[in-house]
């Protein structure tokens, strides 16, 4: 089974400051059609988890702009240019390429 | 607009079973394969199964082999989980998800 590991585990960041998430897949994420399936999600305190971004870099209908997805093969990056209130939460890599399905550990993310 | 509607929470004994819906809408049901991903207590994600709605085709996470079944009425919608021999350990929220569009969440409690 395909491992995704996140760094790191837990961020504290000043509004209006940019934040970076990594997460690292134990095998290629990149499918023979040229796809590569590693998703963002973000889960709210209390909240079911909502995608951000899905294959690497693609922003989900209404994700604000300053979100934004980057890598390829096993290594990718989450980045927020400026971190707002509301982005606060666990912030979740995934890879859908097999079954099973596998998540990262999360990132939990909160304002300074 | 897409959405994925479930069934209420549950509290079961141990060894008993727990069946969950998920009602979809908003789009072709039959288009999308229907995953199961459950959260335990302050703990992350975890995928269990996944059903191809307009062939019936199932796939389920090694761990929940032989517990878990996943099901669909195709005439109303509707996506079903149903695990058996619960114990303490299965305590967690069970959320459908399409992949870009997640259920509500069903908290289900094994208690004695």
């Known amino acids: 089974d395909i491992v995704m590991t996140q760094t790191p585990l837990s961020l504290s960041v000043t509004p209006g400051q940019p934040a970076s998430i990594s997460c690292k897949s134990s095998?290629?994420?990149?499918?023979?059609?040229?796809?590569?399936?590693l998703y963002w999600y973000l889960q709210r305190p209390g909240q079911s988890p909502q995608l951000l971004i899905y294959?690497?870099?693609n922003r989900f209908s209404g994700v604000p702009d300053r979100f934004s997805g980057s890598g390829s093969g096993t290594d990718f990056t989450l980045k927020i240019s400026r971190v707002e209130a509301e982005d606060v939460g666990v912030y979740y890599c995934?890879?859908?390429?097999?079954?099973?399905?596998?998540f990262g550990q999360g990132t939990k993310v909160e304002i300074k | 607009q897409v959405q994925l509607v479930q069934s209420g929470a549950e509290v079961k004994k141990p060894g008993a079973s727990v069946k969950v819906s998920c009602k979809a809408s908003g789009y072709t049901f039959t288009s999308y394969d229907i995953n199961w991903v459950r959260q335990a207590p302050g703990q992350g994600l975890e995928w269990m199964a996944y059903?191809?709605?307009?062939?019936?085709?199932?796939g389920y996470a090694q761990k929940f082999q032989g517990r878990v079944t996943v099901t669909r009425s195709t005439s109303i919608g509707t996506a079903y989980m149903e695990l058996s021999s619960l114990t303490s350990e299965d305590t967690a929220v069970y959320y459908c998800?399409?992949?870009?569009?997640w259920g509500q969440g069903t908290l289900v409690t094994v208690s004695s």
């Open positions: 995934m890879q859908s390429i097999e079954t099973p399905w596998a």
């Open positions: 294959e690497v870099s």
């Open positions: 059903m191809t709605p307009s062939s019936g085709n199932t």
């Open positions: 998800s399409r992949g870009d569009f």
């Open positions: 095998q290629s994420l990149r499918h023979s059609d040229g796809k590569t399936f």
